[in-house]
């Protein structure tokens, strides 16, 4: 997303107290089934607090009001428990939310729409082209079908992370990312951090013949560690955007997401 905040993990260990205590709040009253993104023209959105969702959804729907909360995953509770009428926030993130909760799901059609891409320092010319080689071949050969399949499944959590065979090399690609973005990056029940991003960064590896360091930070923090050369490549659901693209060297888009909106079943 444009602006995310550093928030933990969606499911932490008191996930099932977050979850008990918003049922025990209770519904405000019936609401109308909600089918269609049209019907929240003048909805109440629950959003995090310190991104810019709302700002986005008012550039769509501008009578919408909002609630906001401290993490993606208390606004979509806040839903499932009729506090209001849909959540706001990546579509990605939000499918992951959905698939592990009964009751929700995320609507189709999009509020804002976005491209997803890898990023690298401006003169990284040939990373660039490293990364957009893969990124078309996975798509040509249908590996990236199945990535999607494993990280972004209808029902549950995502698949176990693949393993891959060591590069015998002493040279490494740092890739730097924020594992709060699941499924695209994010720490498993191992303390690995995982995703989407990170399959697609240990192709990218393997392609140069590197052994791929992880190195996890804080979202705003990546960028500032790309142009310090402390990481040679970045990725964790990032937007591409005009005003980025002044500062890195983007890889063609590997996924289009966007603001969505989730909502009770």
Known sequence: MKNRPSFRSFFPSGYSQVFIALLLVGCRGPRETITELDQLS??????????????LVLSRFPDSTF?????????????HAGR???????????????????????????????????AVRLEDVELKEAMDA??????ENGVYEEMHARWLPAQGAPAPMPVFTPVDSTEVLRFGTAAVTEPFSFVDGSREVVGLDIELAHLIAQRLGKRLVVVNMDFGGMI????SG?????????TITEERAQRVLFSVPYYQGGIAALVRE
């Open 230 to 238: 402390r990481v040679d490549m970045i990725g964790a659901c990032i």
């Open 224 to 227: 500032p560690a790309l142009a």
């Open 84 to 118: 209001a009428d849909a959540a706001a926030y990546d579509e990605p993130i939000l499918r992951n939310i959905a698939a592990k909760i009964p009751g929700l799901k995320v609507l189709d059609g999009m509020i804002t729409v976005d491209e997803y891409g890898f």
């Open 134 to 139: 893969v990124i078309g071949e996975i798509n």
């Open 42 to 55: 003048e909805a109440t959105f629950a959003v995090p607090t310190g991104t810019v969702a709302d700002q």
């Open 67 to 79: 609630q906001y909360f401290n993490s993606v995953l208390d606004a979509c509770m806040a839903v």
